[in-house]
């Protein structure tokens, strides 16, 4: 199971009230202490981080900008849901662009994009290293970005932005989906074998292999997903990818 952090970010820094009450929610979203559908009292919140409601209120919408949480009218704020099938959705799309991505960088990648894939990969097998037994809040976000800088530096010589910036909008998506599949076990999966079989195919510059093994990378995780909504460590369930259908 992922271990909850004690500690609460409580003072901007460098950074504006606002950013920061944002930052917190978004992690404590992906992390999953705040529940799919779970309500977000305005009021609540100003007492936990000791803000203004109208800073809390700004938070919130940067939170729906980024399709982690909803509101509707009078109702208030919640929690975007999640569900097998949001996450299928998001998953499929992935597979288009990466794979896309991953072909034309094929192409178009010089001995810097090799590198950036071989350096964004150690990166990411440090962190895998660790991740045995328990894992906590902390490591489960390390791993997340890592994980998102392995997947941007295989498409990183694509020249096409707007297939980078969905691509980027769609793993954000499923951020919250891949940290719950860290705390599932019913599911047989080396992840880290995974990766290292998409780097090796990338760098062998065997575009087949590259993309059969992503595309399969990125649909086994559609089983876990699967299976945390049968166990129903789903939360509230979701209507649509963008809480309504």
Aim: contains cysteine.
């Amino acid at each position: 199971m992922v271990t909850q952090p004690v500690a609460r970010p409580q003072k901007a820094g460098g950074k504006t009230m606002i950013e920061t009450v944002f930052h917190a929610l978004r992690e404590d979203v992906l992390a999953g202490r705040r529940k799919p559908g779970e309500r977000l009292h305005i009021e609540r919140l100003r007492k936990e981080f000791g803000v203004s409601s109208s800073t809390v209120r700004e938070a919130l919408l940067l939170l729906v900008s980024e399709t982690l949480a909803t509101t509707e009218g009078q109702k208030g704020f919640r929690v975007v849901p999640a569900s097998a099938k949001d996450f299928r959705a998001i998953a499929e799309m992935r597979v288009l662009l990466e794979t896309k991505g991953l072909r034309e960088s094929m192409v178009l990648g010089d001995d810097t994009w090799e590198a950036g894939v071989l350096a964004a990969f150690h990166r990411l097998s440090k962190v895998e290293a660790q991740m045995t037994g328990t894992v906590s809040a902390e490591l489960a976000a390390q791993w997340e970005a890592r994980n998102n800088d392995f997947h941007q530096a295989l498409v990183a010589a694509c020249d096409n932005p707007w297939l980078l910036r969905l691509r980027a909008i769609l793993h954000q998506q499923s951020a919250r989906y891949l940290r719950m599949s860290l705390t599932n076990r019913t599911v047989p999966r080396n992840v880290h074998a995974e990766h290292r079989a998409i780097m090796e195919a990338t760098l062998a510059r065997d575009p087949d292999r590259a993309c059969a093994e992503i595309t399969d990378h990125i649909l086994r995780t559609i089983n876990v997903v699967d299976s945390l909504e049968l166990q129903g460590q789903m939360g509230a369930p979701a209507a649509g990818a963008f809480g309504g259908e």
